[in-house]
C-alpha cells in the first residue's frame, strides 16, 4: 500500500483531488521536447504550403485551394490544438478552468472535422478530374469550390456546437478535481457523431480513391494497348511504374487516415482503454496535421520550387 507522503494531489488538503503525474525528469522533458518538435513541424510545414498559395497567382487553382483550407486547419491544429493538449495529457492537474476546458474540447473536434473535411472535398476533386477529365474545368470552378469550403467551415462550425453543447456536461467534466477529461455514457448523439465523423468519410474517401486507382490502372492499359504496337517495351514499364504510383498514393492516403483516426474515434466513444497507449491514440490525429502537408503538398513538384523561394527569401524577386 502507498504511503500517503509519496502520493501527491492537485489540491493535497482534498480526498477527491486528482492525483500528479509521476514520470521521471528525463521522460518528462524528453515528451515535452519531442510533442514541442511535432507542433513546430506542423505550423513550419503547413505556413510554407499557406504562403505560397498565397503568394503566386500561378497556384490559384480549386484543388490548391482545397490545399490551402486544409493547411489553414492544420496549422491551428500546430499552433493551438497540439501544444494545449500536450499540456493536458502530461499534467494531470488542469490549471485553465473549466469553461476553457470546454472550449479547448469544441476547438479540437472542429480542427479535426475541418480538416477530415478537406480531405474529403480533395477526394472529390480528385475523383472528378481522374474520372471527367474532359469537363473537369467546367465542373470545378475556383468559385465554386470557394463556396464548397465556405459550406465546409460553416457546418463544420455549427456541427460540433452541436455535439459539444450535448455532449459536454458542463456540471460533471471530469472524474476528479482539477482535471480536465470529458467522460459520457454512450448514447445516440454519440453514436450520430461517430457516424458522421468516421463512418461516412471513409466511406466517401475509400471508395472515390478506389474508384480512381481502377479508373487510373484502366487507362494506362488502354494508353499500352493501343501503343504496343508501335512502341517498345519501355512503354510497358511507364504503365506499370503509372499503377504502382497510383496505387502507391491510394495507399498512403487511405492508410494515414485510417490509421489516424479509427483508433482514437475508437477510444474517445467507447473509453476501451486508459494507460499510456491511450496518451498517444489522442494524438494520433494531431499527428495528421503534419503528414497531411508532407502527402497533399510535397508530392506536388510546385511545392518544392516555391518553398526554396520562400526560404531563400526571394519571393520579391519571383
Known sequence: ?????????????????????????????????FFSLISAVTVFLNILVIISISHFKQLHTPTNLLILSLAVSDLLVGLIVIPVTTVALMESCWDFGLYFCVFFFYFTCLCASLSLGSLVLISIDRY?????????????????????ISINWCFCIIYEAAIAKNVVNVQVPSRCLKECLIVEELNWIKIIGL???????????????????????????????????????????????????AAKTLA??????????????LYFFFILIDNLLSFFISFLPLVNSLINPIIYALFYPWFKVTAKLILTLKLRRS
Open 195 to 245: 457516424l458522421f465523423s468516421m463512418f461516412v468519410p471513409c466511406s466517401i474517401i475509400i471508395t472515390l480513391y478506389c474508384n480512381i486507382f481502377v479508373v487510373a490502372r484502366s487507362q494506362a492499359r488502354k494508353v499500352f494497348s493501343k501503343e504496343a504496337a508501335s512502341v517498345s517495351g519501355v512503354k510497358t514499364v511507364q504503365a506499370n511504374k503509372s499503377e504502382k504510383k
Open 1 to 33: 500500500m502507498e504511503d500517503q507522503e509519496d502520493v501527491q494531489y492537485c489540491f493535497q488538503d482534498r480526498n477527491s483531488s486528482c492525483r500528479k503525474a509521476l514520470l521521471s525528469t528525463s521522460i518528462y522533458i524528453t515528451l515535452y521536447i
Open 252 to 265: 498512403i492516403v487511405v492508410f494515414t487516415f485510417l490509421s489516424c483516426w479509427i483508433p482514437f474515434q
Open 128 to 148: 472528378v478530374a481522374v474520372c471527367d477529365p474532359l469537363l473537369y474545368h467546367s465542373k470545378i470552378t475556383i468559385t465554386r469550390m470557394m463556396c464548397c
